[in-house]
């Protein structure tokens, strides 16, 4: 019994390290600003990782910008390892100090964003495509500013709390 109970509150003391919030990146350099970050065409590589590590795509993506109103319009070009290809195109607004919104043909409901000094936390459910099936997995992305013309990105995909991958993208303003 006692065996039990120190195995639940170690999990319970490690579970509560993991939930670093953005607010804990808003004294890093470079400030964030996305607006200006997507002022340039962008192009990104990254790779989809499973749960074992290893690495099932491979993709490329040009991202190219434009304002409407008070939205920011992201049209992201994908190019996989494997030929295909798959358009997504992001309408963000803000949303308050530090907080963005954002929707997607084929993101369910609204994505939620919340900026603070190099750091972008953004949000989301999305149907994914996978062999002829559509799964409905959630995104939790990191981005982190290195420089002005540097952004990485980490994100965990999860379905029913249990993690399906990660995929790491590093974006380079042209």
């Not at 670093?20 to 964030?32: N, S």
Request: proline share 3%; glycine share 10%; net charge positive.
């Amino acid at each position: 019994m006692t065996r039990l109970l120190v195995s639940l509150l170690l999990a319970l003391s490690l579970g509560s390290c993991a939930n670093v919030g953005v607010e804990h990146y808003a004294g890093q350099q470079p400030q964030l600003d996305l607006e200006r970050f997507f002022s340039k065409p962008v192009k990104a590589w990254g790779i989809f990782q499973k749960r074992s590590g290893e690495v099932a795509k491979r993709f490329e993506v040009n991202i190219a910008s434009r304002r409407e109103g008070n939205a920011l319009i992201l049209d992201e070009r994908f190019l996989y390892s494997d030929g295909t290809r798959q358009q997504r195109v992001w309408t963000l607004t803000p949303d308050g100090p530090g907080r963005w919104r954002g929707r997607a043909g084929d993101v369910v409901g609204e994505a939620i964003g919340e900026v603070a000094g190099n750091a972008l936390r953004w949000r989301y459910r999305l149907n994914l495509p996978v062999d002829g099936s559509v799964y409905e997995v959630s995104f939790d992305d990191w981005m982190y500013l290195m420089d002005e013309d540097t952004l990485i990105n980490r994100s965990s995909m999860t379905k029913f709390g249990v993690e399906w991958g990660q995929v790491t993208l590093f974006f380079r303003r042209q």
